[in-house]
T-cell receptor, first 115, second 111 residues
């Protein structure tokens, strides 16, 4: 079955280190998204991509970057990890436009702790 | 900007109906979604409704949409302990691909 996988599922890192969270989907979806989930805020969009070589900033993009060199992967990089980036990170993908009812599928999440 | 609001907590007795409410601000939203998140897991799409509909029913789930008041609700009939989870309301921003989520409503089901 097609799926979307994230790795690592759990990571502890130190302040100032560079961290990369991987996201891989096998549906051949054009659209991929990274969200972070924090108590009281729901899910907030970090970055998104509508296709290879396309990347866009979401509402909380500061301190994060993404690259899209192929259809299947959208890695999320924290350039210099900060304690405020301790969160649960969700990758998602979809084909077509959410506004047309196309389903957005979510990965299982990556728990990141910055100490 | 767009905003989606939900109450944070709901407690119901097993067998009763649960109603989770949501308000949104983007009048151009064409689809509105309900996602379920169980502890330690990702988000699972429960159902969605197109903006030209007032109601959608899917087994124990009923979605009601009041476009005038920009109010969305999810009713779960005969609530079971397995329904305990966080429920997120989301709108598709301006008809595009991005989903804007509410903060989530934690549903607790007790005997």
């Amino acid at each position: 079955d097609a799926e979307i996988t994230q790795s690592p599922r759990h990571k502890i890192t130190e302040t100032g280190r560079q961290v990369t969270l991987a996201c891989h989907q096998t549906w051949n979806h054009n659209n991929m998204f990274w969200y972070r989930q924090d108590l009281g805020h729901g899910l907030r969009l970090i970055h998104y991509s509508y296709g290879v070589q396309d990347t866009n900033k979401g509402e909380v993009s500061d301190g994060y970057s993404v690259s899209r060199s192929n259809t299947e992967d959208l890695p999320l990089t924290l350039e210099s990890a900060a304690s405020s980036q301790t969160s649960v990170y969700f990758c998602a993908s979809s084909q077509g436009t959410a506004g047309s009812g196309n389903t957005i599928y979510f990965g299982e999440g990556s728990w990141l702790t910055v100490v | 900007g767009e905003d989606v609001e939900q109450s944070l907590f709901l407690s119901v007795r097993e067998g009763d109906s649960s109603v989770i409410n949501c308000t949104y601000t983007d009048s151009s939203s064409t689809y509105l979604y309900w996602y379920k998140q169980e502890p330690g897991a990702g988000l699972q799409l429960l159902t969605y409704i197109f903006s030209n509909m007032d109601m959608k029913q899917d087994q124990r789930l009923t979605v009601l949409l009041n476009k005038k008041d920009k109010h969305l609700s999810l009713r779960i009939a005969d609530t079971q302990t397995g329904d305990s989870a966080i429920y997120f309301c989301a709108e598709a921003e301006g008809g595009y691909n991005k989903l804007i989520f509410g903060a989530g409503t934690r549903l607790a089901v007790h005997p």
